[in-house]
């Protein structure tokens, strides 16, 4: 798998995910949410250098000129619903994508610490020889990001596959470099060293979903 860990080199992305970070500043879900976005906008941007270009001829009010636009068949898959933001960051800069979404979530039996991943919702296009961009913004363990890929196997096989996050944890980037192929791409802006007893990361920031879009009822 190629790693992409953009905190190894510094930029304004710093900035942002001190902000998502910070107790006090995190409260602020509308600026968590547009935090998440930006964090999406850069590592699409960083994510573009890396795809298919072809030539084409513009027709300017004045003469026409040749420029290289991307060529990739696109499908920006998120996982509800903290992957929302940053699945409308990806789309700002990838805005002739195709969308697919998924609900995936933790289901702790008989409040155990373990737990495993349910799929219950799915709507896709065709993955068939398409680039297909897999979005979750927190990359604890990793299985969320292999239980929705499983679940999106049946919709065709990807030319290629890149992997989208915001904060990962050490431990979850080995779960899906172990999972995925040697040619999948992840973009990460950051990775963490640990995860707690209940499969959080530390020091992380929290419950995404909560922090974006408020506490959510326990089943």
Sequence with gaps: MHIHNLSLQNSVLNNYIAEMRDFSIQKDRMRFRRNIERVGEILAYEMSKTLSYKSSSITTPLDRCDMDLMANDMVLCSILRAGVPLHNGLLNYFDQAENAFISAYRHHKD????????????????????????????????QSMVATFEALKP??????IHLVSVIGAEAGVAYVKKHFNENTHLWIATIDPDLNDKGYIIPGLGDAGDLAFGEKLQH
């Design 155 to 160: 919709f065709g096989t990807p030319k290629e």
């Design 111 to 142: 409040q155990q610490e373990s737990f495993e991943i349910i799929v219950e919702y799915l709507a896709c296009p065709s993955l068939e020889n398409k680039t297909l961009i897999l979005a979750d913004p927190m990359l604890a363990t990793g």
